[in-house]
């Protein structure tokens, strides 16, 4: 009997050796952090990535993701500087304090001597970051308010809901307003109790949270796009195989483009939903637009025309 067992104990163990390697990896794993809701916009874009990335690498790169709180951004942000395998959904430029020695990083490089973001690249990958994915499209920054906008100078006096990024503060600022620094899921109970007269955020983010229910003046005022990057951890990522590298580069860019096509749907759609319900739309026709010979297949695959250097290709 106890010749049985231990004969019945070695046929399994060659059994299990015999196994194909595959069965014994540890799939490699990235955890992405973002401030969007649970079934929003950033978070659809996501589960792309991560369907694109599951079937391809047939299951040896694994992304979770979660939708986070604004103030996990600022811990991911440290995790990535550690080198961890997070990846981060960061608009720039990045707070001075964010990142050790990087006081260049929160000062906006000069347009006519580089392209903006290829200039941010490259310094981010001094400082130990890298630009997974470039070609994200998080939408206009567009200014709600309880009264209407027309041009920059009506933000005088008023409190305006912002991100922490401070050039975005710098604007409000420039214009005369005072901004005041929330997270997404903050800003509606504060217009609601009056805290702030109004907020600035893509038309996403402000559909997303409800911020609409207390204001019902949203203007474009001739916004600009916002730069907004995912990073992720240079040494974590150097560390894995130049074809994993390649593999997370090519569905990161094709996940953008997934962006760029949902957000044109999007647009539409929660533009039709507003004037619906009467909110006031004001400056939409002179939002900035890609033309059509800037497209590749109907979409533009390098939004901020970076430098196959300064992305994620090893």
Request: proline share 6%.
């Amino acid at each position: 009997m106890q010749k049985n067992k231990v004969w019945l104990m070695l046929v399994r163990t060659l059994c299990l050796l015999c196994m194909p390697l595959g069965v014994w990896a540890t799939p490699t794993v990235l955890q992405v952090v973002h401030d969007g809701e649970p079934n929003g916009f950033t978070t659809k874009v996501v589960e792309k990535w991560a369907t694109l990335l599951k079937e391809r690498s047939a299951g040896e790169i694994v992304l979770h993701y979660d939708a986070k709180a604004e103030a996990d951004i600022t811990q991911a942000i440290d995790d990535i500087a550690d080198g961890k395998n997070v990846i981060a959904l960061v608009a720039l430029p990045i707070q001075e304090s964010a990142i050790p020695n990087a006081g260049a990083l929160s000062t906006l490089p000069e347009q006519a001597t580089e392209p903006l973001l290829a200039a941010y690249s490259q310094a981010l990958r001094q400082q130990g970051f890298r630009v997974v994915m470039d070609n994200y499209q998080g939408g206009t920054p567009l200014f709600l308010a309880k009264k209407p906008l027309y041009k920059p100078s009506d933000l005088a006096g008023l409190r305006i809901a912002t991100t922490a990024n401070p050039a975005q503060q710098q604007l409000l600022e420039e214009h005369g307003a005072t901004p005041v620094v929330l997270a997404p899921k903050e800003v509606a109970t504060a217009l609601t109790y009056g805290a702030v007269d109004g907020a600035e955020g893509s038309l996403f983010t402000l559909y997303e949270y409800g911020w609409l229910e207390s204001a019902r003046y949203l203007s474009a005022m001739g916004g600009e796009p916002t730069m907004s990057v995912w990073l992720g951890s240079e040494a974590f990522l150097d560390g894995l195989s130049p074809a994993k590298q390649e593999l997370i580069a090519e569905t990161a860019q094709e996940a953008g483009l997934y962006s760029q096509e949902l957000a044109g749907v999007y647009t539409e759609e929660i533009q039709q939903e507003l004037q619906a319900e009467g909110v006031q739309l004001i400056g939409f026709e002179t939002l900035r637009t890609v033309q059509p010979d800037q497209l590749e297949g109907g979409l533009n695959p390098d939004l901020y025309r970076v430098p196959t250097a300064t992305t994620m290709t090893p």
